[in-house]
């Protein structure tokens, strides 16, 4: 359970811990954007080989899931498919508080 307040955030990161990562991870949103608190967008950041990263922002509403990539997406390019690297985080909250369920599958010490 996660819970931000004003002027709390999560720099871009991955959550890798331990030899084993199951690819995909869950928030579920547990306030209302807008209401219950503003700011603390959840952003998601590609980084393709010889590019400039791409954010992805996403504003889940109460009971809202997001399914996101740990570490990799695969990408299909002009020579295949291909993994780019996704990092995540959260922008700073403004006013209010958001709680967050996070859920990640390893097989953390
Ligand atoms: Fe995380």
């Known amino acids: 359970m996660l819970r931000y307040g004003p002027g709390d955030h999560n720099r871009l990161h991955q959550d ?3 030899d084993l990562t199951f690819p995909l991870q869950v928030l579920i949103m547990l306030s209302t954007p807008d209401v219950d608190f503003t700011g603390g967008e959840s952003v998601f950041v590609e980084q393709r080989p ?3 990263s791409r954010p ?3 504003r889940p509403g109460l009971g809202e899931a997001v399914v996101f990539p740990v ?3 695969p990408h299909r390019g002009a020579r295949g498919v291909h993994r ?3 990092r995540h985080g959260v922008s700073a909250v403004h006013t209010g508080r958001r709680h967050v369920l996070g859920i990640i599958f390893h097989d953390a010490r």
């Open 16 to 18: 890798v811990y331990g």
């Open 50 to 52: 010889r590019q400039q």
């Open 56 to 58: 992805v922002v996403a």
């Open 71 to 73: 570490r990799y997406r």
């Open 84 to 86: 780019v690297q996704m």
